[in-house]
């Protein structure tokens, strides 16, 4: 009879403690962010630029090439497929980050202290609270359409507002503009490619690793 209340015991004890350290584990999906491969149906093309040199850092800065998003920027990344699907000249998107931990946020700070282009890692990113997202147009085989610059050039080319562009490259940015917008998300001034989701401020600032399977 003791024996079998220490086996009862032994066999109360080990779920308990498994079950207490996996919560104490928050992981992305429990933060609320969806891996965007993994929507059905969902034709855009995953070109995260951080996980490859291809970056104004010449760096890895991440160990996965994964598009992760909160829930609710991913319904709008949909809608704004959607919209560019129903142009007359239709696209979709390459995208070229989405989640970014703080501690890769850092080493970008760390590369580029410059708080018009990378937010100082006290106030932290909105990539990292998983409701930003830098993509650009792209054909149907995953080819980028014609745009004002490259991913992270910080140079006045990549203001929204500048004008000294050839016309169908200005339409393009127009058309990305209003897709973006109409899905929700809103623009930033200095980066044609990066797009906020509202209501970014109510979701936490995330540090979990990004699963590389
Ligand atoms: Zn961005």
Not at 141 to 163: C, I, Q, V, W, Y
């Amino acid at each position: 009879m003791k024996t079998l209340c220490l086996i009862c015991l032994l066999w109360l004890a080990f779920p308990l403690e498994s079950i207490a350290r996996q919560s104490a584990l928050p992981t992305l999906q429990t933060a609320g962010l969806v891996d965007i491969a993994a929507i059905p149906g969902l034709n855009v093309f995953i070109d995260i630029r951080y996980a490859t040199s291809r970056n104004f850092t010449g760096k890895k800065i991440y160990n996965a090439d994964k598009c992760y998003l909160h829930q609710e920027a991913a319904q709008a990344l949909q809608k704004a497929v959607k919209l560019a699907a129903r142009q007359k000249e239709p696209f979709t998107f390459c995208l070229w980050d989405c989640y970014r931990p703080q501690s890769a946020h850092r080493k970008l700070w760390e590369a580029f202290p410059n708080p018009n282009y990378v937010a100082p890692p006290k106030k932290g990113s909105r990539h990292s609270r998983g409701m930003a997202v830098d993509l650009t147009p792209c054909d149907f085989n995953g080819t980028p359409l014609a745009m004002p610059t490259d991913f992270d050039s910080f140079s006045k080319r990549a203001h929204m507002d500048f004008e000294d562009l050839p016309p169908d490259i200005l339409a393009r940015r127009e058309i990305l503009k209003k897709i973006m917008t109409a899905a929700g998300f809103t623009y930033t001034r200095t980066e044609w490619w990066h797009f906020d989701k509202t209501g970014w401020k109510t979701k936490p600032l995330l540090d979990i690793a990004i699963p590389q399977e």
